[in-house]
């Protein structure tokens, strides 16, 4: 029985093309169309939200994160599952691989993931993308599978980065 393929998301093949837009191929016809990027998604003024740490992004779910794990990730006591560095990344570059990097991280079953933004030029109230990576995970198809944000201790960054805590993967074959 062959292995079933599964299609590869929007974010996943603007990912792609991202990666692979200065390899040339060796045969002189492509071997696959360059997916369309996707559009530059920035948020309206009134939805960015700056990322601090005396502020925490509120769990997306009232009720759905637990004290104690509020807890671990101020004091920077969470097994860091994966990360991802988005300095230097334009905006339409970082909302593509935040995106891919999410949904693999939540395939695959990880829960804790650090994404790293910097701090972006403090006079201008901080980086483009610490304040709205934070909004693009919130806004995107992935949102029902976060569980909550958090803005990093400061071993893992502090500022310049957040968590993002992502909800269990449900065991396949169960009915409850």
Do not use: C
Not at 52 to 75: C, Y
Request: hydrophobic share 40%; charged share 20%; aromatic share 4%.
């Amino acid at each position: 029985m062959a292995p079933r393929r599964r299609t590869p998301t929007q974010a996943e093949k603007a990912l792609w093309g991202v990666a692979t837009r200065d390899v040339r191929p060796l045969d002189p016809q492509p071997a696959l169309p360059i997916p369309v990027p996707l559009p530059d998604p920035v948020p309206a003024p009134e939805t960015v939200v700056p990322l601090s740490v005396s502020a925490p992004i509120a769990p997306r779910v009232p009720g759905s994160v637990d004290r104690a794990t509020v807890e671990r990730l101020k004091r920077g006591q969470v097994v860091v599952d994966g990360r991802i560095d988005l300095h230097g990344m334009d905006q339409r570059t970082a909302f593509a691989a935040l995106m891919g990097f999410v949904d693999t991280a939540s395939r695959g079953g990880k829960r804790a993931l650090l994404v790293i933004t910097g701090k972006g030029a403090l006079a201008d109230g901080g980086g483009v993308l610490r304040r709205n990576a934070p909004n693009w995970l919130m806004a995107s198809p992935l949102a029902g599978r976060i569980l909550t944000i958090q803005p990093a201790h400061i071993r893992h960054g502090g500022g310049g980065a957040f968590y993002v805590m992502l909800r269990r993967k449900k065991p396949q074959g169960s009915s409850a």
